[in-house]
Every structure is written in C-alpha cells, then in structure tokens.
C-alpha cells in the first residue's frame, strides 16, 4: 500500500507543462537570432521529457535520470547564444523554465540529486550569462522554489509510505500473533475435549465405586493414561484406527510406543490419511509382539514411519547370553523381530 497521487492526474499535468513550454519554443522563434538550436533544444526536451515521464515504474532508471541531467545542462548552452539579450520578450528563454519543470519530474521519479543538479546548473549559468538580475527574470526563482516545493512533497510521500508499510507490518503481525493465540486454544479445547472423552466413562466409574477398583479396572486406568500421553507424544500418528488398534494390543499386555518427531507435517492430506490406514494395518499384524515401536522419519527421507514389534522370549536371550546355539543354521534371523516395517513417505506411481 502506498500513498500518492493517481498515476493518470500525475502524468497528465506532468504532460501538459512539458507541451506548454514546447509551444513557447515555438512562439519564440521570432525572437531569436537561428532557429536551428531552438529546434535541437525542443527536440531533445520532448525526448527527455517523454523518456521522464511515461517510462513505467516509480523510480526512474538511472540512464533515463542521467538522460534528462544531460539535457538540463545542454539546452541552455544551445539555446543561450541565439538569445539577444536586449530584447525582454520571456519567451525566447523558454528553456529556463523547460528545465525547471523537467527537474521537478526528476524529484517526483525519486532522482532528487539530478533534479538539484540540473537546477543548480541552469541557475548558475543564467546568472553568469545574463548577470545577476537574471536571478528574478528569468524564472530562476520559479524553478527553485517548484523543485524545492517538490523535493519537500516527495519527502513528506516517502515518510507516509514508509509508516504506512510500518503500520501494515505491525497489522500482520497482530493477526499472526491473534491466529497463533487462537490455535492455541483450539488445541487445548480440542485436547480437554480428548481426553474427557477418554476418560470421563472411567472416573465415572471411581466416583460410583468410592476409588474401590478390580485389577481389570486398574489396568484399564493406566491403558487410558497411556492413550493420553499418545495424544500428546505421538498426535500426528493417531487416527481412529489407530487408537483402536493400539488399545488392543495394551489390553493384550504388549508395550506401545508412539513417538512423533513431526515428520508428518509435511505430508498431504491423502498422504496422511495412507500412512495412517497403513500404521493401523502393521499393528494388527503385530499382535504377537510384546513391545511395539512406532516412530516418525524425519523430514527428507523418503520413509515417513518406521514400526518395529518385538517379541521378548525370555529362554532365548538366557541361551544368547550363555552363547548355547551359536552354531545352529536357525540362529542366523533374529526370531525376537516379530515385525519390521517402513511407510513410504509417498506412493509413486
């Protein structure tokens, strides 16, 4: 967003000045001694100021800026030879104010140093040329105070601009900050939301009975905290299935380990919805193991869950331990391995 005047009105009267002076070149030529340079003068500042101000963008290309400096400094020493002096027609000084208006572009492109310059220059030439009454007749003042008027609006533009991107700035940063506070509530509600669904049949069931429960109840009690500590370990590997799922096998008396390191965040919802159905798929095959590991990959691997089911067999490990059995063909797998399995991050094709 940026404060300033409709392109169309600023170019228009920008136009019509530049034309203006273009018809008092013309009107001019019965003043002067040649009407060769006056020509060459019009010609090159039609060019700059066609150049200046229908050239596209806000600020004005360096080669156009050095363009309309060089025409500032070359028209009065074209067209100053073939004025006479003695005569007071302010026409065939046309240029003067030519110059003037040109630079007064310049400041309005953003090009405030060639404008200064090009002002600078033609003010003292006239005056080393015409003399120092020249500093009023000519139109010097004039120039001055439009360029110095301009520079001053341009200024005033920029600082509005720039409190304006401040003020835009600091209005998204609210609204970041009002999104993330809202997300955060959400996520509490919809996590007090889980976990009183979870939980609210079981403390039911404290309450009525006094705290007095069987062995069954109790287990089922740690089962419940386990798949609340899942919604906060292990969020983006949970869907319904899941949940069933992983409830069974507690149940059973296998261990279930969920742990999400977000790699998942980065995946489509189908994608998603693909590696759930999957994960769901990998635990009921792995009903006979007895500890069960369910891991996110990290971002950049081109596996999005790793699932490991073990089964601990006591008499085997105290065999491995004694190193009985190290020469029987059978010992080459790891029977203990009930399940090891990679989700692809994405299915190709």
Same mark, same amino acid.
């Given at each position: 967003?940026?404060?300033?005047?409709?392109?169309?009105?600023?170019?228009?009267?920008?136009?019509?000045?530049?034309?203006?002076?273009?018809?008092?070149?013309?009107?001019?030529?019965?003043?002067?001694?040649?009407?060769?340079?006056?020509?060459?003068?019009?010609?090159?500042?039609?060019?700059?100021?066609?150049?200046?101000?229908?050239?596209?963008?806000?600020?004005?290309?360096?080669?156009?800026?050095?363009?309309?400096?060089?025409?500032?400094?070359?028209?009065?020493?074209?067209?100053?030879?073939?004025?006479?002096?003695?005569?007071?027609?302010?026409?065939?000084?046309?240029?003067?104010?030519?110059?003037?208006?040109?630079?007064?572009?310049?400041?309005?492109?953003?090009?405030?140093?060639?404008?200064?310059?090009?002002?600078?220059?033609?003010?003292?030439?006239?005056?080393?040329?015409?003399?120092?009454?020249?500093?009023?007749?000519?139109?010097?003042?004039?120039?001055?105070?439009?360029?110095? #008027?301009?520079?001053?609006? $341009?200024? %005033?533009?920029? !600082? @509005?601009?720039? &409190?304006?991107?401040?003020? +835009? /700035?600091?209005?998204?940063?609210?609204?970041?900050?009002?999104?993330?506070?809202?997300?955060?509530?959400?996520?509490?509600?919809?996590?007090?939301?889980?976990?009183?669904?979870?939980?609210?049949?079981?403390?039911?069931?404290?309450?009525?009975?006094?705290?007095?429960?069987?062995?069954?109840?109790?287990?089922?009690?740690?089962?419940?905290?386990?798949?609340?500590?899942?919604?906060?370990?292990?969020?983006?590997?949970?869907?319904?299935?899941?949940?069933?799922?992983?409830?069974?096998?507690?149940?059973?008396?296998?261990?279930?380990?969920?742990?999400?390191?977000?790699?998942?965040?980065?995946?489509?919802?189908?994608?998603?919805?693909? #590696?759930?159905?999957?994960? $769901?798929? %990998?635990?009921? !095959? @792995?009903?006979? &193991?007895?500890?069960?590991? +369910? /891991?996110?990959?990290?971002?950049?691997?081109?596996?999005?869950?790793?699932?490991?089911?073990?089964?601990?067999?006591?008499?085997?490990?105290?065999?491995?331990?004694?190193?009985?059995?190290?020469?029987?063909?059978?010992?080459?797998?790891?029977?203990?391995?009930?399940?090891?399995?990679?989700?692809?991050?994405?299915?190709?094709?």
């Amino acid at each position: 967003m940026r404060v300033s005047l409709p392109a169309g009105i600023a170019i228009g009267l920008a136009a019509l000045f530049s034309v203006f002076h273009l018809v008092l070149g013309v009107a001019s030529f019965p003043y002067v001694r040649d009407v060769g340079p006056v020509l060459a003068c019009m010609a090159l500042y039609a060019a700059a100021s066609a150049v200046a101000i229908f050239l596209p963008g806000r600020v004005l290309p360096v080669w156009a800026a050095c363009f309309s400096l060089a025409t500032a400094l070359v028209m009065p020493v074209i067209a100053a030879p073939v004025v006479d002096l003695s005569d007071k027609d302010d026409w065939a000084t046309w240029w003067v104010a030519a110059i003037g208006t040109l630079m007064v572009v310049l400041v309005v492109r953003g090009r405030r140093a060639f404008a200064w310059a090009g002002v600078g220059f033609v003010t003292l030439f006239v005056v080393a040329w015409a003399g120092p009454g020249a500093f009023g007749a000519l139109g010097l003042v004039g120039n001055l105070t439009w360029v110095a #008027v301009a520079t001053g609006f $341009a200024v %005033a533009m920029d !600082r @509005a601009n720039r &409190a304006t991107l401040d003020f +835009v /700035r600091a209005e998204q940063e609210t609204a970041d900050w009002q999104a993330a506070q809202d997300a955060h509530v959400f996520e509490r509600q919809f996590r007090l939301s889980q976990t009183t669904r979870m939980a609210l049949p079981m403390l039911q069931q404290v309450i009525e009975q006094g705290g007095e429960l069987t062995e069954e109840q109790r287990a089922e009690c740690l089962h419940l905290e386990q798949a609340i500590r899942d919604e906060i370990r292990g969020r983006s590997l949970l869907s319904d299935d899941v949940r069933d799922e992983v409830m069974r096998l507690r149940r059973r008396g296998a261990t279930v380990q969920l742990h999400d390191d977000g790699g998942l965040d980065d995946l489509e919802v189908d994608d998603l919805r693909r #590696v759930h159905a999957q994960v $769901a798929e %990998a635990l009921r !095959r @792995a009903r006979e &193991a007895d500890n069960v590991i +369910v /891991r996110t990959v990290a971002e950049g691997s081109g596996s999005a869950v790793t699932i490991v089911g073990l089964r601990l067999d006591t008499a085997a490990s105290e065999s491995a331990a004694l190193g009985a059995g190290l020469d029987d063909e059978d010992d080459d797998e790891d029977d203990s391995v009930v399940l090891w399995l990679e989700i692809p991050r994405h299915v190709t094709a």
